[in-house]
């Protein structure tokens, strides 16, 4: 018994790179998530961004906007009302603030604030920290002015024109009258006045962005770890001696490769349909009415994925290289893209490191069928242009590879 464990001990150690990899994998996956969950012992939380419309351009909206800038974890972003809608829509950002015309002088005659929070209701639960962080500055900051207001407004119907030195005690002891008695009124004010309109710009009528996020973000993951898989066969045929009769044949080395990453296309095709067909099913997901968008993501997804199975193949030597290269890769790109963590709950860094994933771009565009309902345009074909790159990428490198490694163990 103890000549087999050592037997197996020694083959596995022989194997620096699977053996390497026992190591790293853990290590890694452990590290991406502590780093998304703010797992470093400084509890800090990434800055949330927000586009800022002025539509007022008054100086009153200008000295209230200017208390953003102050507001650590606020990032504005100025910009248009078009061009915010814009962002939000196609899910570049997910809010913006807009002032709108009026706003300067509803503050001044302490009426209704022509205020408004646009947002993608995809992103309800960084909403929430928002109008917290928003509350923190505007709310105190428009307050004080209208307070001030109310206060001037009080004392000049008690006082009218006498303001002078004799009565100043006076004056100041009912300003402080006024202070301490209109907490009821602030508070109505803060219900009434001073309420921040909400408006869901991106909001389907059909698919909850849970479910999409559940479906889109599974499939991706599962997929990849299938057709990295399909891409072991190539040193399973190796193992095998299949390979070397496939050398020997009339086929060039390209063709084998084609051939193999052909099937797992196809395979790749049918197993995402299969499982948007489920969710269509059990979960209500309403795809029948989008398969022409679907056929094209998915198509470009598969490939893809296929291109990464058969890379992954053509640069290992060994099913146990494999293995753990694959887990690696696999788990991070999940992680870092949104198979695992939505992106947006995720450090500032991670989510500038999420576009080098087949996942995001593949999960986004599943949003932008679902969710965003967007149609065949720019916006939509811009996840699937990224995948068809990443797949062509991806596939020169494995022919590139693959008689430098798998055809030369053959």
């Known amino acids: 018994m103890f000549k087999i464990v050592r037997k197996e001990l ?25 780093l998304a969950f703010g797992g470093t012992g400084g509890g800090s939380v990434r800055p949330i961004s927000i586009l800022v419309v002025d539509e007022d351009k008054s100086a009153t909206s200008k000295d209230i ?21 814009t962002l939000i829509t196609t899910g570049k950002m997910s809010a913006a603030l807009v002032f709108h015309k009026g706003f300067g002088d509803s503050v001044k005659n302490m009426r209704s604030l022509p205020w408004e929070l646009e947002y993608d209701e995809a992103q309800a639960q960084e909403m ?32 009218g024109g006498m303001m002078d030195s004799n009565m100043k005690a006076s ?17 109505k004010m803060k219900n009434n006045t001073m309420k921040l309109k909400m408006t869901s710009v991106v909001k389907s009528a059909q698919d909850s962005p849970g479910l999409v996020q559940a479906v889109a973000g599974t499939a991706v993951m599962m997929l990849l770890f299938g057709l990295t898989a399909m891409g072991g066969r190539i040193l399973e045929e190796k193992e095998n001696g299949t390979l070397k009769r496939l050398m020997y044949s009339p086929l060039h080395t390209n063709e084998i490769l084609m051939g193999k990453m052909l099937t797992s296309i196809i ?46 193949a053509s640069v290992v030597k060994s099913r146990d290289q494999l293995q753990g290269l694959s887990t690696l890769v696999v788990l991070s790109m999940s992680a870092i893209g949104g198979s695992m963590i939505p992106t947006f709950i995720m450090p500032e860094w991670m989510q500038k490191v999420s576009p080098f994933s087949i996942n995001y771009w593949s999960i986004q565009g599943f949003f932008d069928i679902f ?40």
């Open 267 to 312: 395979v790749a095709f049918a197993q995402l349909m299969v499982m948007l067909t489920f969710a269509s099913f059990v979960f209500g997901l309403h795809l029948w009415s989008k398969l022409p968008q679907v056929f094209i993501l998915v198509t470009a997804t598969a490939f893809a994925c296929s291109g990464f199975g058969v890379f992954l």
């Open 128 to 159: 929430g920290m928002l109008q917290q962080y928003l509350g923190q500055s505007l709310f105190g900051k428009v307050g004080k002015m209208m307070t001030e207001k109310m206060i001037r407004t009080n004392i000049d119907k008690q006082f």
């Open 10 to 34: 020694l083959t596995f150690i022989k194997d620096r790179r699977a053996l390497l990899l026992t190591f790293i994998v853990p290590i890694t996956l452990i590290s991406l998530f502590a």
């Open 371 to 410: 969710w965003r309902q967007l149609p065949m345009g720019t916006v939509f074909f811009e996840k699937v242009g990224i995948l068809m790159i990443i797949g062509s990428v991806l596939s020169i490198l494995a022919f590139r590879f693959f008689r430098k490694n798998a055809m030369s163990m053959a």
């Open 65 to 85: 906007l200017s208390s953003l800038d102050s507001v650590k974890m606020l990032k504005p972003v100025y910009t248009t009302g078009d061009s915010a809608l």
């Open 171 to 187: 004056v100041l002891a009912q300003v402080n009258k006024n202070v301490s008695g209109t907490n009821n009124d602030m508070d």
